[in-house]
């Protein structure tokens, strides 16, 4: 697993979101939010990354592991 794949499971689980809510927050199914919260789908798309840092209000360094500040400062 990843540091991405933890971190959407982590603001998952802070932020109470079910994956049917993680789905329909980045326009997926609800197999697609699993396995990419699961770590199924290594590296998702460009647009799709995007869409789970917009959905979380997170930056893409902290979903890459690259910063410890999940909110922009």
Do not use: W
Request: charged share 25%; hydrophobic share 40%.
């Amino acid at each position: 697993m990843s540091i991405r794949n933890d971190r959407i499971k982590a603001m998952m689980q802070e932020d109470n979101i079910t994956v049917a809510e993680f789905a329909e927050g980045i326009g997926k199914t609800k197999m697609t939010a699993a396995a990419l919260a699961e770590g199924t789908i290594k590296m998702p798309k460009l647009s799709t990354f995007t869409d789970i840092c917009n959905f979380f209000g997170c930056s893409a360094d902290y979903l890459l592991g690259r910063s410890d500040a999940r909110y922009y400062v």
